[in-house]
């Protein structure tokens, strides 16, 4: 995976030309905004058009492409997706990635203009923050019942954004016995392109790493203990170009 060096003016004019075109390109975007209260396929193809679009604008404007390594290691039917979080690039481009998975979301961003409506609608699931041992009880058996549904189910052992995956939430594992169902590790180096709290966006390749799967039925000490090294950031080697 591969950062490339270039010179920071460049860097900083590359970023605001994408954010200006991402503002530019969301307006026909807007003009649907009638159809967010239609059929969920409906926003989703919406979405994906412009997902597809801001991709685009990554790879001609900022020099950031992606790439995904063992896509074949996908099973069959609804998952536990158990990623590694850096960045909000996954957290965007996941949706297509990986079919439409539910997200758990803070509950601010439920109520942001249109964003919020499409979080709704694509069906993920609000968490406060700080939420009790209740309300974070309730989450779980909300992911749960997404994926007895038939909806894979996106979550961050570590939590919020970081590059630290040693060590992972006791609730994943709790999770992981609700669900009953597969989990696939992800592996991935998107906080060196688009580094969490700036909004420089540095060019080069993000790998998307699909670790071998975790079949169901584990006991949850083992099950917790295979997960954290399959996402042990040594997986992840960042290497430097020259542009």
Partial sequence: ????????????VRSLLFYALAGLAAVPFLLCWPALRGPRRTVYAIADRYLRVMLWLLRGVCGIRYRVVGQDRLPEGAVLIAS???????????????????????????????FGPVVRKFGHIPVAAGASADAMRAAFRAGA??????????????????????????????????????????????????????????????????????????????????LSASLADDHVPVELENL
Avoid at 201 to 209: M, N
């Fill in 1 to 12: 995976m591969h950062r490339l060096q270039q010179s920071f003016p460049v860097v900083f």
């Fill in 84 to 114: 590694q979080h850096e960045s909000t690039w996954e957290t965007l481009f996941f949706q297509v990635l990986f079919d439409h998975p539910v997200m758990y979301a803070k509950t601010p961003i439920f109520s942001y203009p249109v």
């Fill in 145 to 226: 019942a997404a994926v007895k549904d038939g909806r894979s189910l996106v979550i961050f052992p570590s939590g919020t954004r970081r590059k630290d995956t040693a060590e992972l939430q006791a609730g994943v594992g709790v999770l992981y016995q609700l669900a009953g169902v597969k989990v696939v590790p992800v592996r991935l180096n998107s906080g060196t392109m688009w580094p969490h709290g700036q909004w420089l966006k540095f060019p080069g390749t993000i790998e998307v790493q699909i670790a071998p799967v975790i079949e169901a039925g584990l006991d949850r000490r083992d099950f917790m203990q295979i």
